[in-house]
């Protein structure tokens, strides 16, 4: 019952385009929702969040979007650049709860 | 000056054998965490502590025992280790009202042959 899904496994981008990193969730009760980073042979950091009552966060190149009613948020990133090549980590929370990560997506960023 | 800092940081052991990661965090936090990656690269949480005290417990067989000798520690000791018990764990912190954005150490490959 994974409750957060990550349906792409990778993506491909030129840098100085953007990146659309998508996730997908099932529990209506979730009420954070977080977006983690994650380099080879290191933890995942901290990169955005956005709480359910707004649709959109915005941080630098960093964009997320959170459509309720279709239970889907998005990461945008523009423009990309080759350091933004990592797996990314969706994550929700429910009150504050423990963190459901979903299954992280891999971006390569092309020069 | 390593926020959170885990060891070891690759553990091969056998079959049946008892082991244990440490960890350690020295950003103040007063909660504490054992995440454990799958092969299947999920993230799941399996322990939560606040102040010492055990918070989150998920379906976690009991062979694996935290334990919290204080707020910036929380280890994490395995006993008859299983094959199935093969993943990368990560330990990681946060602040008790900001439970959401939590620093993660980084991860022990554990390896049970």
């Known amino acids: 019952d994974q409750q957060v899904k990550q349906n792409s496994p990778s993506l491909s981008v030129q840098e100085g385009r953007i990146s659309i990193l998508n996730c997908d969730y099932t529990n209506s009760m979730f009420d954070y929702f977080l977006w983690y980073k994650k380099y080879p042979a290191e933890g995942p950091t901290f990169l955005i969040s956005i709480s359910s009552i707004k649709d959109k966060n915005e941080d630098g190149r960093f964009t997320v979007f959170l459509n309720k009613s279709a239970k889907h948020l998005s990461l945008h990133i523009v423009p990309s650049q080759p350091g933004d090549s990592a797996v990314y980590f969706c994550?929700?929370?429910?009150?504050?709860?423990?963190?459901?990560f979903g299954a992280g997506t891999i971006l390569r960023v092309k020069s | 000056d390593t926020a959170v800092s885990q060891t070891p940081k690759y553990l091969v052991t056998q079959m049946g054998n008892d082991k244990s990661i440490k960890c350690e965090q020295n950003l103040g936090h007063d909660t504490m965490y054992w995440y454990k990656q799958d092969s299947k690269k999920f993230l799941k949480i399996m322990f939560s502590y606040n102040n010492k005290e055990l918070i989150i417990n998920e379906t976690v067989p009991n062979r694996f025992s935290p334990k919290s000798p204080d707020k910036a520690h929380l280890n994490l000791h395995i006993n008859s280790l299983e094959l199935g018990d093969s993943a990368v764990y990560f330990c990681?912190?946060?602040?008790?009202?900001?439970?959401?954005?939590?620093?993660f150490g980084q991860g022990t490959r554990l390896t049970v042959v």
């Open positions: 994550a929700a929370s429910e009150y504050g709860n423990k963190l459901v």
């Open positions: 990681a912190s946060s602040q008790r009202d900001r439970p959401l954005k939590a620093f």
